[in-house]
């Protein structure tokens, strides 16, 4: 069993429709999540950063952490042909971990007109 | 300001040459990675280093040989690559320290060819 689980999609939507994306994980000593995008042939972005539980919202998006049920999520209001990408989630434990980041595989969405 | 830069953005090699990737950042962010990324997988680490230091080396071939000069560069030094070592190779930094200190920025990558 891999630590995150994301399913790879992809995923298409029609423009304006909310967008629900999700990981779930196996280490409960994983604290500090992060959501980035990925355009074809570019490096990720950083999307939204949360430590442990909780909600987030930036704009459109919103970051959901369910520690209890090792569970995050990522909603897109409103969603435009510009969010075409892929969804990659990550995750890092304590910091006596190195900063490492365990990636889930990513989400490719397709936002169509 | 959230940038990282690398350069270049494409590179193409043969095996036998020896090359090198540069990345800057300045943010004043105090860790540094290097990533390797094929197609339609996610990010692979490969090194960091915390306050100039090598910290993670993920068991990386000594044809990959990093090199960070100061707290805003970070090098990858390429040599006898072979054709798998094709991918895209990003850099990242975070703050390493306060709030936030784990939020990783990547750079555009470099894409490399072997041959």
């Known amino acids: 069993q891999k630590e995150v689980e994301q399913d790879p999609g992809p995923l298409s939507v029609p423009e304006g429709a909310i967008v629900s994306l999700n990981c779930t994980y196996s280490?409960?000593?994983?604290?500090?999540f992060m959501w980035y995008r990925q355009y074809s042939r570019k490096g990720p972005e950083l999307l939204m950063y949360?430590?442990?539980?909780g909600n987030k919202e930036d704009g459109r998006f919103t970051a959901q952490v369910d520690k209890s049920s090792k569970y995050i999520s990522l909603f897109i209001r409103d969603s435009q042909p510009s969010d075409s990408a892929t969804y990659l989630c990550?995750?890092?434990?304590?910091?006596?971990?190195?900063?490492?980041?365990?990636f889930g595989t990513g989400t490719q969405l397709k936002v169509e007109l | 300001d959230t940038e990282v830069t690398q350069t270049p953005k494409h590179l193409v090699m043969g095996m036998t040459n020896k090359k090198s990737l540069k990345c800057e950042q300045h943010?004043?962010?105090?860790?540094m990675y290097w990533y390797k990324q094929k197609a339609k997988k996610p990010p692979e680490l490969m090194f960091v280093?915390?306050?100039?230091?090598?910290?993670i080396n993920e068991s990386v071939p000594s044809r990959f040989s990093p090199e960070c000069p100061n707290s805003s560069l970070l090098n990858l030094h390429l040599h006898a690559l072979q054709p798998e070592d094709s991918a895209l190779y990003l850099c990242?930094?975070?703050?390493?320290?306060?709030?936030?200190?784990?939020?990783?920025?990547f750079g555009p990558g470099t894409r490399l060819t072997v041959t």
């Open positions: 280490n409960s000593a994983f604290q500090y």
């Open positions: 990242a930094s975070s703050p390493g320290q306060g709030t936030g200190a784990y939020e990783q920025y």
């Open positions: 943010m004043g962010h105090r860790a």
């Open positions: 949360t430590y442990s539980s």
């Open positions: 280093y915390s306050y100039e230091k090598l910290s």
């Open positions: 990550a995750m890092s434990a304590d910091p006596g971990g190195g900063n490492k980041l365990t």
